[in-house]
């Protein structure tokens, strides 16, 4: 039976550029969908722009330009950042796309013709100075929970999903004024219904998932799950369906809660590419599925809760749950918190226009993981790459290939039976195929740079230079090769270089992988 691979990356807010943190929680879903594609599978590599909601809103007023203009400004911006780091993406759109809109406007009319929804009447901020009702990202005031610092959407600190009225002490992020409470009607999702089922998720799951997103999502199913509206006064996002009318009356100047609508993207990005979508997406069709979402730990409750959340209400299909939750915790940069406006920034941009891609992309794979916030220097990163990537893989290849070249006239030896080689590689591909399938990205890859360190020793301890030992260059070009295999997942460009160099019996011309960095040199940069 074939298998059917859906590779989710969360969707980037369009409004402003990639960041280093963006590049470092989304790496590992590209590897993931290259090594599936290479072992066979059906997959699908999605992902896009997400282009409504407040905080679109807010940086079009701050650019004076339309939200539409904010959105396809940024989502330009995105896919180049995205093409120029190597992302294989099979489809990478934004939720402006009528393909998506269509979708999430359909899946919720199927939605609301259950009895998994009900209408409420509640209080919604309303800010008198601004004329108009605001949305969660429009609102900022001190979290119930915690008594830090929130958004009206959620809080960064304890990582509370909210609700604007939650937060104590408002003020509208638009004006400053402190904004008033009047009740609007709005559709509410009955999230607490599916509690049981969210949960044997989890835990039928739970294997599959990282640390932290089991850990966030017990949190929040030991507190009991709590109904959530998800429709919105707000005029920018996806329309509702014509029969919200009959719930809510006037709905015009409402629109699908963008939490409601942004996480069916992989559904709609699925079905825009994939003419046998339902096989990715649907437990009726007999087809073995594997669902990943790969994203920051911010995004955890909107993929282990609200998407399972929404898929086991609109009963009218029968839509396959998340598998593996693949969740990055936060990347700091020099030990501080990414704030472009305290300076400590810096857009994914800046490293591919001043490093060579597989740098960046070794980097973050080698060192993002689900235990602790991850941080960067200049000085980790030029040591990081040099020690491991250019000192460790560029140095077994060089080194060998360069022997061959100017001792055996550029013909490749051929290897001998070698059970110490063999054993050893085909314990380091077994390893590393469990690991990249597990969604341990990074284990993955230091169980393949561990094998490029076993080459290294293998050809210092056998002295081929002293002994002209073809079998011993041999043994190593078989080392390399199989190690070019697993890393071509994480560093495309270079391992390219050097299946192009092998695929022959006889080396053509070959250069210096990769060239070494001086800190000194890129500290003196302007950044």
Not at 33 to 60: E, K
Not at 227 to 233: E, F, G, K, L, M
Not at 358 to 365: E, P, T
Not at 496 to 518: C, F, P, R
Request: with cysteine.
């Amino acid at each position: 039976m074939k298998l059917n691979v859906l590779v989710g990356l969360s969707w980037p807010y369009a409004n402003g550029h990639l960041h280093l943190g963006h590049i470092a929680s989304s790496l590992p879903a590209d590897v993931i969908a290259r090594y599936y594609r290479d072992h066979g599978a059906n997959v699908s590599f999605v992902s896009g722009s997400d282009c409504f909601g407040t905080p679109i809103l807010v940086s079009a007023k701050t650019e004076n330009l339309t939200p539409n203009q904010i959105a396809e400004k940024y989502h330009a911006s995105h896919q180049q950042d995205f093409n120029d780091l190597g992302f294989s993406f099979d489809n990478y759109t934004a939720t402006l796309n009528p393909a998506h809109q269509n979708f999430a406007s359909n899946f919720h009319a199927d939605l609301y013709d259950t009895d998994n929804v009900f209408v409420k009447s509640v209080p919604q901020l309303y800010c008198t100075q601004c004329q108009q009702y605001l949305p969660d990202r429009y609102v900022e005031g001190t979290c119930p929970h915690c008594g830090n610092p929130a958004k009206g959407d959620s809080c960064d600190h304890c990582g509370k999903i909210l609700e604007p009225e939650d937060l104590q002490n408002p003020h509208c992020k638009l004006c400053g004024a402190t904004p008033e409470l009047r009740n609007t009607k709005q559709i509410y999702l009955s999230l607490s219904r599916f509690q049981t089922a969210i949960q044997n998720n989890l835990q039928v799951k739970q294997d599959q998932w990282t640390h932290n997103a089991i850990g966030m999502t017990n949190k929040y199913l030991n507190e009991g799950l709590v109904d959530r509206a998800i429709t919105r006064n707000i005029t920018w996002g996806v329309p509702l369906p014509a029969n919200a009318e009959k719930l809510l009356g006037d709905i015009t100047d409402k629109r699908v809660y963008i939490w409601a609508e942004n996480v069916l993207g992989y559904l709609s990005a699925t079905k825009a590419v994939k003419p046998d979508w339902e096989d990715f997406l649907l437990d009726s069709t007999p087809t073995t599925k594997r669902h990943y979402y790969v994203h920051a730990k911010d995004n955890i409750p909107f993929h282990s809760v609200i998407l399972p959340g929404l898929l086991l209400a609109e009963n009218k299909h029968q839509w396959h749950l998340p598998d593996y939750i693949i969740s990055s915790e936060y990347l700091t940069m020099n030990g501080k918190k990414i704030s472009k406006s305290s300076g400590n920034y810096i857009t994914a941009r800046q490293l591919i226009d001043n490093f060579d891609t597989d740098m960046v992309r070794y980097y973050f794979l080698r060192n993002t993981n689900d235990k602790k916030d991850a941080n960067f220097s200049f000085e980790d990163f030029v040591y990081t790459v040099n020690g491991e990537l250019i000192d460790n893989y560029g140095n077994l290849v060089n080194r060998t290939l360069s022997f061959i070249k100017n001792k055996f006239d550029g013909k490749i030896p051929t290897m001998q039976d070698n059970a110490t080689i063999t054993q050893e590689i085909e314990k380091t591909r077994t390893e590393f195929n469990q690991l990249v399938e597990a969604g341990a990205c990074s284990k993955a890859l230091a169980t393949a740079m561990a094998l490029v360190a076993f080459g290294n020793k293998w050809l210092s301890d056998h002295t081929p230079w002293k002994t002209l030992d073809q079998q011993v260059i041999a043994e190593c070009v078989t080392i390399i090769q199989a190690v070019t295999e697993m890393l071509k997942y994480f560093i495309p460009n270079g391992t390219a270089k050097v299946q192009t160099w092998l695929a022959n019996t006889t080396i053509g011309e070959i250069s210096v992988l990769y060239k070494k960095l001086d800190i000194k040199e890129i500290q003196e940069r302007k950044w």
